[in-house]
């Protein structure tokens, strides 16, 4: 099955500064999703992007399906930005499931 | 538009019996996909539910049942608990059959097994 590596694994920021999560899969996938997950243990959709870039406010991805990775930048960042984000991948010969990576744990401090 | 709802939140069970999870689909949405989540990992693949029937299965063992109903609802039914089931549960619902596979989660049942 497919690989899904995220990196960096731990990342503590100041609250204002920018930042950048990568995440790299081992195959070629039918879309991508990236999630926010909160302290009681929501995920919540941040992005379905299979390929190309998009914003929401403060964040924005990219995904470059042909050399296998995708980037979630967060701008300005904000306390409530606090979370594990993951990325999660349809993997072509998976049919319908997503396959985690093991996420990026942030922190935002005042 | 409802989203999508799990029951219970919470829930201790013993070594050895037996637990049903519940897991009403958003509105529109045909596919139910149950994941576990254990502390520190990311969520783990158990089985999809489609038209009623189980649409592919993860490396879980046959102690881990389900159904999906007429309404496309879904139930996750773990027989002989063990330790190690302790986790978060958590439900996605799709739409197949329109191209996309966004899946959307619930919030999820934190099971203890002690």
């Known amino acids: 099955g497919i690989q899904v590596e995220q990196s960096p694994p731990d990342l503590i920021l100041q609250e204002g500064a920018n930042s950048t999560l990568r995440c790299n899969f081992s195959?070629?996938?039918?879309?991508l999703q990236w999630f926010h997950q909160n302290p009681w243990g929501q995920l919540i959709n941040l992005f379905y992007?299979?390929?190309g870039t998009k914003q929401n406010g403060r964040l924005s991805a990219t995904t470059v399906a042909t050399e296998r990775y995708s980037l979630l930048y967060i701008s300005s960042s904000q306390t409530t930005d606090s979370g594990v984000y993951f990325c999660?991948?349809?993997?072509?010969?998976?049919?319908?499931?997503?396959?985690f990576g093991t996420g990026t744990q942030l922190k935002v401090e005042l | 538009e409802t989203g999508v709802t799990q029951s219970p939140t919470h829930l201790i069970k013993t070594r050895g019996q037996q637990v049903t999870l519940r897991c009403s689909s958003q509105?529109?949405?045909?596919?139910v996909s149950w994941y576990q989540q254990a502390l520190g990992q990311g969520p783990q693949f158990i089985f999809q539910?489609?038209?009623?029937?189980?649409?592919g299965r993860g490396n879980f063992p046959p102690r881990f049942s389900g159904l999906q109903f007429p309404n496309y609802s879904s139930e996750l039914n773990v027989n002989a608990l063990e330790l190690d089931d302790s986790a978060l549960y958590l439900c996605a619902s799709s739409l197949s059959g329109q191209g996309t596979h966004e899946q959307y989660f619930g919030p999820g049942t934190r099971l203890t097994v002690t």
């Open positions: 539910y489609y038209r009623e029937e189980e649409n």
């Open positions: 999660a991948a349809h993997w072509t010969g998976g049919g319908n499931k997503l396959t």
């Open positions: 509105s529109g949405h045909n596919t």
């Open positions: 195959d070629s996938v039918n879309n």
């Open positions: 992007i299979p390929s």
